[in-house]
């Protein structure tokens, strides 16, 4: 363990740290899903958009069979369960367990550390500058 120079984390014992930087770590790979979802609802809007110049173009062609499946069966319907659309997936993502998660690591991190964020890797700094001024 590194020695006590008052820096928020010094008086945390090691599993602690390691208990923190995991839900920092759960935090950021939430984030990283975030924005998967973000691309899964704007991919999901553009496709959307290209089925709907299909249904006009298939309209146009004489197709009206196909045209009417994608206009009554395929554009008014969510992406889960028939109902839930893109958007509704991303936003309670958002509102509901993303913002639990985050509400989780503040309440660690305010336990903790005193709200300081990245105290393992602010005592892995501290160790290797350490390590290197002793060369």
């Known amino acids: 363990m590194v020695p006590d120079d008052g820096r928020p984390g010094d008086d945390l014992t090691d599993l602690e740290v390691e208990a923190l930087h995991e839900v920092e770590l759960g935090v950021e790979w939430l984030r990283r899903a975030h924005g998967k979802l973000v691309?899964?609802?704007h991919?999901?809007?553009h496709a959307m958009e290209h089925l709907a110049e299909a249904e006009r173009l298939l309209r146009e062609s004489g197709h009206a069979d196909l045209a009417n499946e994608i206009r009554d069966d395929h554009l008014p319907r969510g992406v889960v369960d028939e109902d839930r659309w893109s958007y509704d997936v991303l936003s309670s993502f958002e509102r509901e367990f993303m913002?639990?998660?985050s509400g989780l690591a503040d309440r660690a991190r305010t336990d903790l550390a005193d709200g300081e964020?990245?105290?393992?890797?602010r005592r892995q700094e501290r160790e290797w500058k350490r390590d290197a001024e002793r060369e």
């Not at 964020?117 to 890797?121: L, R």
């Open 39 to 41: 691309a899964f609802h």
């Open 43 to 45: 991919n999901t809007g």
């Open 99 to 101: 913002a639990d998660v």
């Open 117 to 121: 964020h990245h105290v393992a890797e």
